[in-house]
T-cell receptor, first 112, second 115 residues
Framework: TQLLEQSPQFLSIQEGENLTVYCNSSSVFSSLQWYRQEPGEGPVLLVTVVTGGEVKKLKRLTFQFGDARKDSSLHITAAQPGDTGLYLCAALPSNSGYALNFGKGTSLLVTP | NAGVTQTPKFQVLKTGQSMTLQCAQDMNHEYMSWYRQDPGMGLRLIHYSVGAGITDQGEVPNGYNVSRSTTEDFPLRLLSAAPSQTSVYFC??????????????FGSGTRLTVV
């Protein structure tokens, strides 16, 4: 059973479009992280959200943690080709807090 | 540059061979872990360590061994390679198992093919 469900799995858009990707779970988390992974590289941390309802902005990226701390979203405004990559959400399971559990990711392709 | 260094970057093994994937970090992180990444499966935890001398199994530990003799190094050993172990392997380190505000720092990965 996948702890974190990400959607959509794939997304192909043109430069300038807006998009939202989702990370959902039936579990409650104390915090949730978003990573971006480029081809041939390891994931790189984008943000950590901690408080229910929290919104964090990183340039054109907006991250939101659900009020109940079970879900999160990532919104990209005016996507650019440099945003292309695999976006992963990750959280620490409350019943076994020994390692981050990752969603399967959303693969984003932004074409000029 | 500070970070996590993985070697080798690419490796081809024959079925039954053994090898060690190296991982070293210079950030004085207590927590280190190994993941494998397969298409459609995401990142799955193999083994982890919360400090020197302490290791434990993750979700998919079969066929792999680890040891942690120093804070800096966390090698992953494949005992007898099988085609099912063809994957991309990532080592990660952090101040804590949950990453905290700093998250996990990942290496650039080892792409392993077992034929």
């Amino acid at each position: 059973t996948q702890l974190l469900e990400q959607s959509p799995q794939f997304l192909s858009i043109q430069e300038g479009e807006n998009l939202t990707v989702y990370c959902n779970s039936s579990s409650v988390f104390s915090s949730l992280q978003w990573y971006r992974q480029e081809p041939g590289e390891g994931p790189v941390l984008l943000v950590t959200v901690v408080t229910g309802g929290e919104v964090k902005k990183l340039k054109r990226l907006t991250f939101q943690f659900g009020d109940a701390r079970k879900d999160s979203s990532l919104h990209i405004t005016a996507a650019q080709p440099g945003d292309t990559g695999l976006y992963l959400c990750a959280a620490l399971p409350s019943n076994s807090g020994y390692a981050l559990n990752f969603g399967k990711g959303t693969s984003l392709l932004v074409t000029p | 540059n500070a970070g996590v260094t993985q070697t080798p970057k690419f490796q081809v093994l024959k079925t039954g061979q053994s090898m060690t994937l190296q991982c070293a970090q210079d950030m004085n992180h207590e927590y280190m872990s190994w993941y494998r990444q397969d298409p459609g499966m995401g990142l799955r935890l193999i083994h982890y360590s919360v400090g020197a001398g302490i290791t434990d199994q993750g979700e998919v530990p079969n066929g792999y061994n680890v040891s942690r003799s120093t804070t800096e190094d966390f090698p992953l050993r494949l005992l007898s390679a099988a085609p099912s172990q063809t994957s991309v392997y990532f080592c990660a380190s952090s101040y804590s198992s949950g990453g905290g505000g700093y998250g996990y720092t990942f290496g650039s990965g080892t792409r392993l093919t077992v034929v």
